[in-house]
């Protein structure tokens, strides 16, 4: 079993739909949770993170932490084509000293017009 | 935020080969972490390089296939030696942020071994 499991996709919805992405995970240490959207031949780049369990609202997106049920989500709200990319979750048992993260394979969506 | 310029940026290369991929970082830093992403796979850490010291390697990652030079605090190299075909990836360089868990990621390099 993988320590963290992501749905791969695609996901395609239309502009302005909300969109959920999940991972859920099984390492208990696990306390920070991140969201990188990667573009197309791009790096990844972090869009959002969370300590332990609750939830965390940018703008138009919102994370989610359920640390009860292993289980994290990114909402994106009024999505728009520019959010078009690959969501990658990420994990971490500690804070600084290095970034060893563990990545779930990442979630492609397109939104269309 | 970090600045992280990565060469080359994509190569095919014969199998037998090695290929050595350059990591610029615009400041210093004390980490400098390399990462592989194979189609519809996780991003996996490589290695930590740390200047002055042995890069560390993880679980599945050996040195004499993937040597790593850090000779400063803002450069690193990644060398792929005797590729074969299952080397084709995407090769990352990341370096650590200011806060927590922030890592900044180089434009990657797409690895083809024919």
């Known amino acids: 079993q993988k320590e963290v499991e992501q749905d791969p996709g695609p996901l395609s919805v239309p502009e302005g739909a909300i969109v959920s992405l999940n991972c859920t995970y099984s390492n208990s240490a696990f306390q920070y949770f991140m969201w990188y959207r990667q573009y197309s031949r791009k790096g990844p780049e972090l869009l959002m993170y969370?300590?332990?369990?609750g939830n965390k609202e940018d703008g138009r997106f919102t994370a989610q932490v359920d640390k009860s049920s292993k289980y994290i989500s990114l909402f994106i709200r009024d999505s728009q084509p520019s959010d078009s990319a690959t969501y990658l979750c990420?994990?971490?048992?500690?804070?600084?000293?290095?970034?060893?993260?563990?990545f779930g394979t990442g979630t492609q969506l397109k939104v269309e017009l | 935020s970090a600045v992280i310029s990565q060469k080359p940026s994509r190569d095919i290369c014969q199998r037998g080969t090695s290929l050595t991929i350059q990591c610029q970082v615009d400041?210093?830093?004390?980490?400098m972490f390399w990462y592989r992403q194979q189609p519809g796979q996780s991003l996996t850490l490589i290695a930590t390089?740390?200047?002055?010291?042995?890069?560390?390697?993880e679980s599945g990652f050996v040195i004499d296939k993937f040597p790593i030079s850090r000779p400063n605090l803002t450069f690193s190299t990644l060398t792929v030696s005797n590729m074969s075909p299952e080397d084709s990836s995407i090769y990352l360089c990341?370096?650590?942020?200011?806060?927590?868990?922030?890592?900044?990621f180089g434009q990657g390099t797409r690895l083809t071994v024919v």
């Open positions: 990420a994990m971490s048992g500690r804070a600084g000293g290095g970034n060893k993260l563990t």
């Open positions: 990341s370096v650590e942020g200011r806060s927590v868990t922030e890592a900044f």
């Open positions: 969370t300590y332990s369990s």
């Open positions: 400041s210093q830093v004390t980490m």
């Open positions: 390089a740390n200047q002055g010291s042995e890069a560390t390697y």
